[in-house]
């Protein structure tokens, strides 16, 4: 019913940027929730940055002088601006999205199917 398609990621040197981006497609209502989580190898997959659909951003603390959520909610669309990014940042990054489908008033969970992004030394 509902499709996310992620771009954006890439290899970078260390202190670059990336912009990812993420839209859904399908049967959507409204998008209550929207975030962007990252899985580094070896490790569990960890939230990142979320904007709810009033606009409140929040962020992890390592990133968060440094990488900025935003969306566009005519597209269903979210982003994410990441600068000044660091070897740590290396990982698959997945957008999530929490909404309401037409017709349906319970919130269903969604996720992309996550682009790499590798910060070289």
């Known amino acids: 019913q509902v499709q996310l398609v992620e771009s954006g990621g890439g290899l970078v040197q260390f202190g670059g940027s990336l912009r990812l981006s993420c839209v859904a497609s399908?049967?959507?209502?409204?998008?209550?929730?929207m975030a962007w989580y990252r899985q580094a190898p070896g490790k569990e997959r960890e939230w990142v940055a979320g904007i709810t659909h009033v606009d409140f951003a929040n962020y992890l603390d390592a990133v968060r002088s440094r990488f900025t959520i935003s969306k566009d909610s005519a597209k269903n669309a979210v982003y994410l601006e990441m600068n000044d990014l660091r070897p740590d940042d290396t990982g698959v990054y997945y957008c999530h999205l929490k909404l309401l489908l037409l017709g349906d008033w319970l919130e269903y969970p969604y996720w992309g199917q996550g682009t790499q992004v590798t910060v070289s030394p």
């Open positions: 399908g049967n959507i209502n409204r998008i209550n929730y």
